[in-house]
């Protein structure tokens, strides 16, 4: 798919993202100057799209922007992920691979599920009525 292709679709935002895969080359970070942003700029034949590398964690997001982001400026790569439109489109990656170098992946999607899943369990135990202690816990955190 090419960026010119993914900004031509109308009907994407944030709730209804276009899964994509892009090839092109790296030309720059996301956010101009500074040293530990983890983001990239990609380019291919047909215009240029923002990538948004985001970890779970934003010690790890800072340490791979400081430590790792640099060895992909001009490289060819390849992204997987979901084009999104806020007031500027991007894609959310969910894998990078650049060149030789192993497939980087994105892990914040799944832990956004996990925890996703965690409350819906936890909502139906206390709906059930079975679970006074959970009920009391969270009633005294509040």
């Given at each position: 798919?090419s960026?010119?292709?993914?900004?031509?679709?109308?009907?994407?935002?944030?709730?209804?993202?276009?899964?994509?895969?892009?090839k092109?080359?790296i030309?720059?970070?996301?956010?101009?100057?500074?040293?530990?942003?983890?983001?990239?700029?990609?380019?291919d034949?047909?215009?240029?799209?923002?990538?948004?590398y985001?970890?779970?964690?934003?010690?790890?997001?800072?340490?791979s922007?400081?430590l790792?982001?640099?060895?992909?400026?001009n490289?060819?790569a390849?992204?997987?992920?979901?084009?999104?439109?806020?007031?500027v489109?991007?894609?959310?990656?969910?894998?990078?691979?650049?060149?030789?170098d192993?497939?980087?992946?994105?892990?914040?999607?799944?832990?956004?599920?996990?925890?996703a899943?965690?409350?819906?369990?936890?909502?139906?135990?206390?709906?059930?009525?079975?679970?006074?202690?959970?009920?009391?816990?969270?009633?005294?955190?509040i």
């Open positions: 798919m960026v010119s292709s993914l900004l031509k679709k109308v009907k994407v935002s944030d709730v209804r993202p276009v899964p994509c895969k892009i092109g080359t030309i720059g970070r996301g956010i101009l100057g500074l040293i530990w942003s983890e983001d990239f700029v990609m380019q034949e047909t215009g240029i799209i923002f990538l948004d985001r970890q779970p964690i934003l010690l790890w997001d800072f340490f922007g400081l790792r982001r640099a060895r992909y400026d490289q060819e390849e992204v997987i992920g979901l084009y999104r439109r806020a007031p489109p991007y894609t959310e990656l969910r894998s990078i691979k650049v060149g030789g192993a497939e980087r992946k994105c892990y914040a999607y799944i832990i956004k599920y996990v925890v899943e965690i409350l819906i369990i936890a909502g139906l135990h206390l709906m059930s009525g079975k679970s006074d202690t959970l009920y009391q816990f969270i009633r005294n955190a």
